[in-house]
């Protein structure tokens, strides 16, 4: 019999409720990107959620946050109030920005181990005070106004970013359809040559693609971008975009599929994420120029 999502989705949730603490006070389980979200009032379980979740962890063998349910989190200009009282004076806090879509405050400090605390103890305490869940970052040494940009984006469009996070997560653990025994690569650029990265990934009911580049250096456009004309490649049975890393050759021209219609997930690390954003907009402001001169 061919499971469902809704099956599968079921007994998730059953099985997170059956060995959850009964005073938990569970609002709400969502599927977020590669994460199972489980949103409480209880506001204890935030600062012990790396024991409450474990046995569900091993049970389940997927990724678990514990998240305070947006009822009992304390408004952001109150919660930013405690959290510069709590943290002490010394961690030199230089900035504090909320994210509403996951209920965590990001608080960059240039002494984050001051701001941590002892054993956690400042975390456990804003924790506490605030229901918001704290990650604390080393502040950059320069002003960085990709930086800022990204945060205000997250913060302002943090209900899109829900939805978002919940389609994906849907996608991620729907149940699978077919077992292929087979991995099909289809490379649209980069082999033989030097630049324009992007490697088609087919398995089953599955299509990724992994890095999406140009040829800074090519000089006939033909040979500047990948060859998205292939007949295996279809955007709208794209599954997700992998950035391996932030040069323009593995990531310059991944604004070119939102444009044309993807909606879904790009994957990539934290740094990449921010540098990839850089180089392609120092690459449309260098390419703009020439055009102007040109």
Partial sequence: MTRTYNDVSAKIRETIVEHMPKDAEITRIEFEGPRLAIY???????????????????????????????????????????????????????????????????VEAKKPGVAIGKEASVLQQVVKETRWRPRILRAPPLHSKIISSTRHILHTESEERSRILRDVGERIFRPTFSKAGYVRLVTLGAFREVGRAAMLIQAGDSTVLLDCGINPGAQDPSHAYPRFDADEFDLEKLDGVVISHAHLDHCGILPFL?????????????????????HQLDYLDVHSREGEHS
């Fill in 258 to 278: 939102y444009k044309y219609g993807y909606d879904g997930p790009i994957y990539c690390s934290e740094p990449t994420q921010v540098l990839m954003t850089l």
């Fill in 40 to 106: 409480v009032r209880n506001v204890n379980l935030l600062s012990e959620q790396s024991y409450v979740v474990t046995e569900i962890v091993n049970l389940l063998h997927k990724r678990i946050v514990i998240r305070s349910d947006q009822s009992i989190r304390l408004p952001e200009r109150e919660a930013e109030g405690y959290i510069r009282k709590l943290i002490p004076t010394e961690a030199e806090v230089t900035g504090i920005n909320f994210d509403p879509s996951l209920g965590e405050v990001v």
